[in-house]
T-cell receptor, first 112, second 118 residues
Framework: DQQVKQNSPSLSVQEGRISILNCDYT??????FLWYKKYPAEGPTFLIS???IKDKNEDGRFTVFLNKSAKHLSLHIVPSQPGDSAVYFC???????????WGLGTSLAVNP | DGGITQSPKYLFRKEGQNVTLSCEQN?????MYWYRQDPGQGLRLIYY???????QKGDIAEGYSVSREKKESFPLTVTSAQKNPTAFYLC?????????????????FGPGTRLTVL
């Protein structure tokens, strides 16, 4: 049973436009959410995170929005660049539990 | 330079042989993790350890074993009991503090080891 769901396996956007990656979760105990970016044959790299006490966190071109009532978060990348082409994973954790629960990832392709 | 190293990058083994994947970190992180990634799938947790000489099974521990004799090292052994060992294996580490700051919560990943069992 997937507690963290990324329902879009892939997304294609034009360079310069906005990329919106979505993530839904089912466990109301989750209180911290992270986005990771992964290139093929490499380890994921941390991108941005958000605590459940916030509804938005911004870091440069990357913004994560959290809607607790809908159990939904999204990652916005604007403007999108070809170098953003990668697989993006959403992950969540609950309280003191260090274990992250991962989504299956969304493959983003940014076309020049 | 702090980081996580995994070696080797590519590993080939014959079916029926045990193989040990190396993971070392010099980030002074308390917790270490092993994940497996298969094509089209997310990351699945094999084992994790929050302190030396202690570790817990993840979601897919069967056919794997680990040890945590040193804070810096968390080797993973893929045994012959693992039915589908060919995969991309990722090691990660993190602090186990409770601060809200994101750097305390994120897991840092190594470059991965691609294991192919022939």
């Amino acid at each position: 049973d997937q507690q963290v769901k990324q329902n879009s396996p892939s997304l294609s956007v034009q360079e310069g436009r906005i990329s919106i990656l979505n993530c839904d979760y089912t466990n109301s105990m989750f209180d911290y959410f992270l986005w990771y970016k992964k290139y093929p044959a490499e380890g994921p790299t941390f991108l941005i995170s958000i605590s459940s006490i916030k509804d938005k966190n911004e870091d440069g071109r990357f913004t994560v929005f959290l809607n607790k009532s809908a159990k939904h978060l999204s990652l916005h990348i604007v403007p999108s660049q070809p170098g953003d082409s990668a697989v993006y994973f959403c992950a969540a954790r609950a309280g003191n539990n260090r274990k992250l629960i991962w989504g299956l990832g969304t493959s983003l392709a940014v076309n020049p | 330079d702090g980081g996580i190293t995994q070696s080797p990058k590519y590993l080939f083994r014959k079916e029926g042989q045990n193989v040990t994947l190396s993971c070392e970190q010099n980030l002074n992180h308390d917790a270490m993790y092993w994940y497996r990634q298969d094509p089209g799938q997310g990351l699945r947790l094999i084992y994790y350890s929050q302190i030396v000489n202690d570790f817990q099974k993840g979601d897919i521990a069967e056919g794997y074993s680990v040890s945590r004799e040193k804070k810096e090292s968390f080797p993973l052994t893929v045994t012959s009991a693992q039915k589908n060992p060919t995969a991309f294996y990722l090691c990660a580490s993190s602090y186990i503090g409770l601060a809200e700051d994101s750097s305390y919560n994120e897991q840092f990943f190594g470059p991965g080891t691609r294991l192919t069992v022939l």
